[in-house]
């Protein structure tokens, strides 16, 4: 086990905090909702940490997860939505985890979701020679997890076509899910406590503007925002991007002052408000926390394989507009104007290394 | 002997309760709370049967401006609680902080400023480690999860005790901290010598401060009080009707509270009934709004109030269970901005209607009522003042004035006027302005003779006495009132008239507020033509003065600010192919105006402009007539643009048409220049030349658009220039631009033709309405 573990790109949550999820069972002492492995205090702890003795997961406002754990211990499901990149298949990996020690029964929507990749789907061949029995039948993720009473997440739901999303609303409000090919009993699988649905949507995609009302009125919708705290995500900027740059032999994270350089210019681009509470343009690119650290890497890679140092802001122009930016002809305007009128104005050596990096830019 | 002192929070209905329970209990001599001494002498005007929430306005007037500020009361106001209890017990109530005066309060323009508060690291830290450590988001949540749960008061008072001792430490507070609290422990030494029981009602932040400062400060014999700095023109306090909404602290009152109606059922009812009257509130309002909030939906959302409300442990559901629940009722769909209650801001412009809603239901209306026996505000007394004074009283019947601006004694009648206009008092109607016999150049803005017509109406009574909110004397009010104005439009042309007003009204120094107000009012426009429009306006005004005043340097701060967003706007007109357009050319126009050097502007905004100016004119990218003010600009301050360079970028135009748009850009800021340089027009007229027939009259429209910058006698001259330049020797500069012989009937053959083009482009719709009509 633990050497299958350490040949995995990336175990799931439950394997890799396996030791923190149990010490958490056993301490226990708060009332569980049926069908859980832990009380709602104790995911939360699990989730958000516990004065050090847990570590934080993740960065989001505990009333989210309140609520989030509160929606799903009751009948309704959850859906998380907000841009990319805001850690939201995290939180639900999370939840899942915690609340039902298993985060793999999992649904991946997309343009080619089918209903029998959420329900269930037949072994051909031994529906062909037997007929529809139980022993034929591969169950799918929803099939498993009302069977078993545990959490199903359903990645980047609102890409899947509206109909196989309306696949859900029986299930999601009667509870049970229908197997016309089975005769008798297996032809009806009922929840069991535990079971919930937590899905996953972008807003930046397609939106939940396409979902069903009957479908909305399901969910109970929770936004998840970007870090809203500055220092927050500077720390977890720069504890990440630490992390990766030690998978790739790189010693050192970039200089702190760097790192602020690039998260603050991110957090103004991205909000359209600069430090000094003055307007911009906010750009059409998504520039999460995450996409933050991948510069970040960048940056320290770029530093140290190239010169010799450990990055410096000229190197977040480059990385800025090969990782984020990306294509975007009017995003890199924007980036343009703005250092050309906002950080041309500021202060430090690293910034002054920021705006005179500026025509690193592509033309 | 006892002293015991009772460290709050404002509104906290807990701490309400504590307060009376603790001075019933003890019947003490002396009650002393946090509010501004010099109000003492008139305590008494608080237990008049006024109709709460009203509050304690402040102000004094120093040579600089007028500073104001509130202390709300309402019901479940710790302090409202302690003068009601301590009266009932036969106390002498007192307030002992320092006078709103006090020097060490200059500047803190409200009582109690949240950005000082969360300038303080230690209380910052330790709420937000307090706030991760009980799972709750936001300062006001953490509060009522501490606290509001309804605890024993014994408890209470040793749990709040420790909450603030933690949250103050040793830290030393800022200067005002410091001397409001040695004022106030001198108060409680002063009680304290008395040999009596004392309790002392105040803000938690300063109750471990006192509690260590008093006794070493000995015995005190005389009642503390604070004479007004000589500096101090006026000062004092007075009561005001105060209103929910004002209290609310979302909608703006920087350290008032949230949610004042539930915190008053809270109070009244406790947290069972708040929660279901809250829930009833938002539904109700919601549905009267025709929003449907279904029936299954609110079980569900019950359910989850619940839920959370035993997940934090609280015993009934308190406000951010309740909000929490019901977002699930009232979201739908992918939110803007974050829930609003979880964290204490003003509420935000792209908070969900429908949570804005739910909110606004937990505001209340209740609006304050003074005693009819209470004192009037100042203003009152200052307008009746200022009137009698102008001789500008209103009567009965309509009183009409002629004033002109070029009269001093005219001048300070009619900025009294505008004054009351400003703050919309009813009867005092400007009729117009207009300046008969002037130059036909002067601008509309210095119009002197103002037409205005003054009656006396029920209404500006009441008006006036609510007008008193925004301060206490006539300028004060007037200026506060207009700074509001202009902080809320984001339309330049507003802001221009608005700035005009100011002047008009003699607040041409706008002051650091307004000028923040427009700056952030600046910051919201995006028309970079209106931008300019109002810069070129507002830079004609700063240049002239009005009537005698100098406005170079009060206006500065704003054109630069103006140039500032002018120059961001420009830097992103994008269409290389782009027909001119005026909004274009104005910008480049309104900072060749700015920037010239005849106005006060600041250098670093104004190198900026050119700058941009400089990137703009060499990029393909940016409309033709932008790129050819730009070095219409540039060339004219020689600024790294010689006159090679204006012939290159013209005879580098794709074709004809955008030749004509950069000359007109280029016309526009360049004229004189243009007709000075024979090379120039020679070059231009190579190009002009080669230009095949049907180019030519294609290109017609654009290039006659840009000649028309030029009057006739340059016209004239360039003619002749261009005569000569064929060998066509030289006519005079009149006959070369005259019209040309036409017979009457090629003109009404001309017209027919045109009507019947327009007609074709109507039939397929090709034509604007006013063409066809």
Redesign the interface.
């Known amino acids: 086990m633990k050497n299958k573990e350490s040949a995995t790109q990336r175990p799931p949550v439950e394997l890799l905090h396996a030791d923190e999820l149990a010490r958490l069972r056993k301490s226990d002492k708060d009332p569980r909702p049926p069908g859980w492995q832990l009380s ?2 104790a995911v ?1 702890r699990f989730i ?1 940490g516990d ?1 050090g003795k847990t570590p934080p997961k993740l960065v989001v ?3 989210l ?3 989030a ?3 799903l ?2 009948n ?1 499901a959850l859906l998380l ?2 841009e990319p990149g805001t850690a939201k298949s995290l939180l639900s990996e999370l939840l899942a985890a915690a609340i039902s020690g298993d985060s793999t029964l999992t649904i991946q929507g997309g343009a080619a979701t089918t209903e029998d990749q959420i329900k269930y789907a037949w072994n051909y061949a031994l529906l062909l020679n037997e007929g529809p029995s139980p022993r034929a039948l591969v169950p799918a993720p929803l099939y498993s997890g009302m069977q078993g009473g545990r959490l199903v997440r359903f990645e980047e739901i609102t890409r899947c076509p509206p109909e196989v999303q309306d696949s859900l609303l029986s299930v999601l409000s009667e509870r049970v899910l229908m197997v016309p090919e089975l005769a008798g009993d297996d032809g009806r699988v009922f929840a069991q406590a535990g079971f919930n649905l937590i899905a996953t ?1 972008n ?1 930046r995609d397609r ?3 396409e979902m069903s ?1 009957a479908l ?2 399901r969910f ?2 929770e ?1 998840v ?1 970007p870090i ?1 705290d500055l220092d927050a995500e500077l720390d977890l900027v720069r504890r990440e991007s630490a992390r990766l740059l030690a998978t790739s032999g790189v010693p050192h994270a970039p200089p702190d002052d760097v790192l602020e350089v690039l998260v603050a210019s991110f957090r103004e681009l991205r909000n359209g408000v600069d430090g000094d ?5 906010r750009l059409a690119s998504v520039l999460s926390t995450a996409e933050a650290v991948s510069v970040a890497y960048a940056v320290g890679l770029r530093g140290y394989y190239l010169r010799g140092d450990r990055g410096d802001a000229g190197d977040i122009v480059e990385a800025l507009a090969g990782t984020a930016v990306k294509d975007n002809a009017d995003d890199l ?1 924007k980036v343009r ?1 703005y250092l ?2 906002r950080v ?2 500021r202060e430090g050596a690293q910034w002054r290394a920021f705006y005179e990096a500026r025509h690193r830019l592509p033309a | 002997m006892s002293v015991e002192i009772v460290g709050v929070r404002h509104y906290s209905p807990a701490c309400a309760r504590l307060v009376a329970a603790r001075i019933a209990a003890l019947r003490p001599r002396h009650v002393l709370i946090e509010g501004p001494s010099d109000f003492n002498a008139r305590i008494d005007e608080l237990a008049l049967p006024h109709r709460l929430p009203i509050a304690l306005y402040s102000y004094y007037a120093s040579d600089e401006a007028t500073h104001h500020c509130y202390a709300p009361f309402v019901e479940f106001s710790p302090e409202w609680a302690a003068l009601v209890a301590g009266r009932e017990v036969g106390a002498h109530v007192r307030f002992v902080d320092l006078p709103y005066h006090a020097r060490a309060w200059r500047g803190e323009s409200q009582r109690y400023d949240v950005a000082a508060w969360r300038g303080r690291d230690r209380y910052a830290r330790a709420q937000a480690s307090l706030a991760a450590r009980c799972g709750v988001d936001g300062d006001d949540a953490l509060w009522d999860h501490l606290f509001e749960r309804g605890a024993d008061p014994v408890d209470l008072q040793k749990q709040l005790s420790t909450y603030f001792h933690e949250l103050r430490g040793d830290d030393a507070g800022d200067p005002a901290d410091d001397a409001r609290e040695a004022f106030m422990a001198r108060y409680v030494a002063w009680a304290a010598a008395q040999g009596c029981d004392v309790v002392v009602v105040c803000g938690g932040w300063h109750e471990p401060a006192i509690e260590r400062l008093w006794p070493s400060i000995g015995e005190v014999v005389d009642e503390p009080s604070l004479a007004p700095d000589a500096s101090i023109a006026r000062h004092g306090s007075f009561l005001v009707p105060y209103a929910d909404r004002r209290l609310d602290a979302l909608s703006g009152y920087g350290a008032g509270m949230p949610s004042p109606q539930y915190y008053r059922w809270l109070w009244r009812h406790g947290a069972e009934h708040a929660a279901q009257a809250a829930v009833r509130a938002v539904v109700a309002r919601l549905r009267a709004k025709k929003q449907s909030v279904s029936t299954a939906s609110l079980v569900a959302a019950q359910q989850r109030i619940d839920g959370l409300a035993r997940l934090r442990g609280h015993a009934a559901p308190l406000r951010c269970d309740v909000l929490d629940g019901l977002a699930d009722a009232l979201v739908d769909g992918a939110l803007d901005a974050p829930l609003p209650w979880t964290a204490r801001e003003r509420l935000r412009g792209d908070v969900d209607p429908r949570l804005r809603e739910a909110l606004l239901a937990l505001t209340g209306e209740h609006e304050g009522l003074l005693d009819g026996a209470t004192p009037q505000p100042p203003l009152v007394a200052d307008v009746a003042r200022l009137l009698a004074l102008n001789d500008l009283e209103p009567g009965a019947r309509t009183r009409e004035f002629a004033l002109d601006r070029r009269d001093t004694n005219d001048a300070s009648r009619a900025i009294v006027l505008w004054r009351l206009h400003l703050l919309r008092i009813s009867g005092y109607t400007l009729d117009g302005v207009d300046a008969p016999g002037a130059a036909r150049g002067l601008a509309p803005d210095l119009a002197y003779l103002e037409r205005w017509r003054v009656r006396r109406t029920d209404a500006a009574v009441a008006e006036l006495i609510e007008a008193g909110a925004w301060g206490p004397d006539l300028a004060t009010a007037a200026r506060e009132r207009l700074s509001e104005r202009l902080a809320a439009t984001g339309d330049p042309a507003r802001l221009a008239d608005g700035v005009v007003d100011a002047v008009r009204a003699g607040f041409a120094d706008l002051g650091t507020r307004t000028l923040g107000a427009l700056d952030a009012a600046l910051a919201r426009s995006h028309d970079h033509g209106a931008l300019a429009a109002a810069g070129l306006r507002l830079a004609s005004l700063a240049e002239q003065g009005f009537w005698r005043e100098s406005l170079a340097a009060p206006l500065a701060p704003l054109l630069t600010a103006l140039l500032a967003r002018l120059t961001w706007l420009v830097e992103g007109i994008a269409g290389a192919q782009a027909p001119a357009d005026a909004a274009d050319i104005d910008a480049v126009r309104c900072i060749e105006r700015v920037t010239r050097g005849d106005l006060p502007v600041d250098a670093h905004a104004a190198s900026a402009a050119l700058a941009l100016l400089r990137r703009r004119s060499g990029d393909t990218d940016a409309p033709p007539a932008l790129r050819g003010a730009a070095f219409g600009l540039l060339w004219r301050r020689r600024a790294q643009v010689a006159q090679h360079d204006v012939g290159a970028a013209a005879r580098a135009m794709p074709n004809a048409t955008t030749l004509g748009d950069f000359l007109s850009g280029l016309f526009a800021l360049a004229r004189e220049d243009v007709v000075a340089s024979a090379e120039l027009v020679a070059a231009l007229d190579r190009g002009f030349v080669a230009l095949g027939d049907d180019e030519f009259l294609v290109a017609l429209p654009a290039l006659r658009q840009a000649f028309a910058w030029f009057p006739p006698r340059e016209r004239g001259e360039l003619a002749a220039t261009v005569a000569r330049l064929h060998g066509a020797g030289a006519g005079t500069a009149h006959a070369l631009t005259a019209r040309l012989p036409v017979d009457v009937d090629a003109i009404g053959r001309a017209r027919e033709l045109e009507r019947d083009v327009d007609a074709v482009l109507a039939r397929y719709g090709l034509a604007r309405t006013e063409i066809g009509a």
Do not use: I
Not at chain 1, 277 to 281: K, P, R, S
């Open positions: 709602l205090r939360r958000l004065n406002p505990a009333s997860v309140d609520r754990m509160v929606t211990a009751s309704r939505v907000g949507a807003t939106g939940v503007n009302s909305k009125r109970a919708f936004t925002f809203a509470g003055g307007g911009m343009e305007k104007r050309e009128q041309a104005r």
